[in-house]
């Protein structure tokens, strides 16, 4: 899954795979990077689109939404 960098003081980087529903989000403030699982697409398009907080909307939507999450490595997430 490729990451893209985002203008968030909260968000370094997300990415979403379509197929799995899954959702990976890595964290400016240490670098973290997190699976989130069964996220629905119209959620993630809404996280990156919103025009005033991208970090708000995260807040909201992802960890709001109950979504299960993990912890993962940084080998193998790309980033662009």
């Known amino acids: ?23 990976v989000a890595q964290f400016q403030s240490n670098g973290t990077f ?19 907080s991208i970090g708000a909307a995260f807040n909201e939507f992802i960890r709001g939404g109950g979504y299960p999450y993990e912890i993962i490595p940084a080998e193998g997430v790309k980033t662009r």
């Open 1 to 23: 899954m490729r990451l893209i960098n985002l203008p968030s003081k909260m968000l370094a980087a997300i990415g979403y795979n379509s197929q799995t529903q899954e959702l």
């Open 34 to 52: 997190y699976l989130y699982q069964g996220v629905p697409e119209g959620v993630f398009v809404r996280v990156i689109t919103n025009p005033i």
